[in-house]
């Protein structure tokens, strides 16, 4: 199983900006296998949602609602995704999720909060 840790949540104004790291680890086997890598987020009593993904080729998928203001990216080492996030507003208050998948296997971080006040 791949291990995922996430950093970087916190309080912004609107308008600001908060950037997400997430570091996977785990067996050499699985993190070179991992595709794709990606983020959600969910607020309470909702369904988690997807945010944005990107796969080993850069390929990315951004939920509408973000498109344009948040921009995710992999590290060199492909087990390391970021999630730079501008233009906050308070209906980006959530926790975020890093997501990753290796050979079929879903893997979730412990989550990070984001909280945007206006």
């Known amino acids: 199983q791949v291990q995922l840790a996430e950093s970087g949540g916190g309080l912004a104004q609107a308008g600001g900006s908060l950037r997400l790291s997430c570091a996977a680890s785990?067996?050499?086997?699985?993190?070179?296998?991992?595709?794709?890598m990606g983020w959600y987020r969910q607020a309470p009593g909702k369904q988690r949602e997807m945010v944005g993904t990107i796969t080993k080729g850069d390929s990315t998928n951004y939920a509408d609602s973000v498109k344009g203001r948040f921009t995710i990216s992999r590290g060199n080492a492909g087990n390391t995704v970021f999630l730079q996030m501008n233009s906050l507003n308070a209906e980006d208050t959530d926790v975020y999720y890093c997501?990753?998948?290796?050979?079929?296997?879903?893997?979730w971080g412990q989550g990070t909060q984001v909280t945007v006040s206006s």
């Open positions: 785990g067996s050499i086997f699985r993190l070179k296998a991992i595709d794709p």
């Open positions: 997501y990753s998948r290796s050979y079929g296997d879903d893997s």
